[in-house]
């Protein structure tokens, strides 16, 4: 993505406010997404990044400010209004979120049969190029249990783009993977949003995924977006706090 162009945002977060009992999560935070980009939402455990992310699908709506999805305010809808949205924004959940009892094929076809008139010939032949996509060709048969946790966490991504999503949010894709599946994982959010110019909104702490993946990074800090810029420019910020996180260095 060339960032010089100016891109359409996709997300707007309006001066959000949430906290849950007395513990207060965001406190007028605002962040934009643009259509196309990969943008990576840093900051330190529990604080409430992907509190973020599920108030873009309505998993959790603000106690004020605003939500706006593709020019709409999406911040107070009632549950059936989301469903259209869900549709065009997936959520890869950090377990990966596979139905245990299904093979890894019907996992795959479970949004399809849902959601879509395909022909179960069609959807077995999505099914396959999904899996190709994810390097797990030949896998349709086996239960999740059967996988690594970095293969199933491969066959949620493939559930995730299969209903070709216009954004994808990425709940720690990397955590707990070994350098192989780490490698695959990034290499297929980079593909995506190549080939298919996919959204994708990445909550880690894996800093070097990070910044191979990312085009700008955003830290969540005491409730607000403290920093939102390229990575080159939050490589070489001046901002300590970011600077320590970036280091591993103690936060305030």
């Known amino acids: 993505m060339n960032q010089t162009q100016k891109k359409e945002n996709i997300i707007e977060v309006k001066n959000l406010h949430k906290k849950f009992g007395e513990n207060i999560v965001y406190d007028g935070a605002n962040l934009t997404i643009q259509k196309g980009e990969v943008i990576t939402i840093i900051g330190g455990s529990g604080i ?5 992310l599920k108030h ?6 603000p106690d004020e400010g605003e939500v706006i999805f593709d020019g709409h305010n999406i911040s107070h809808l009632k549950e059936e209004e989301y469903v259209p949205i869900r549709k065009r924004i997936a959520m890869l959940f950090q377990s990966g979120a596979l ?4 093979t890894v094929g019907e996992n795959l076809a479970y949004p399809l049969r849902e959601h879509t008139t395909l022909t179960e010939e069609e959807i077995q032949k999505r099914v396959t190029e ?11 048969n086996l239960m999740p249990s059967d996988l690594s946790g970095g293969m199933r966490k491969r ?36 593909d995506l949003n190549k080939r298919k110019n996919i959204t994708c909104v990445i909550v880690t702490h894996d800093m070097e995924s990070a910044f191979e993946v990312t085009h700008r990074i955003a830290m969540v800090h005491k409730g607000k977006i403290i920093i939102e810029d390229t990575k080159e420019n939050i490589r070489n910020t001046d901002n300590e706090i970011v600077k320590g996180f970036i280091t591993g260095e103690q936060l305030d």
């Open 99 to 102: 139905f245990d009892s299904l």
């Open 48 to 52: 409430g990044k992907s509190v973020m």
């Open 56 to 61: 873009f699908i309505g998993l959790i709506q």
């Open 130 to 140: 999904e899996l190709e996509v994810v390097g797990l060709s030949g896998k349709q």
């Open 155 to 190: 066959v949620g991504l493939a559930r995730a783009t299969i209903l070709e999503p216009e954004m994808i949010l990425f709940d720690e894709p990397t955590t707990g993977l070994d350098p192989y599946n780490t490698r695959k994982i990034n290499e297929i959010i980079i």
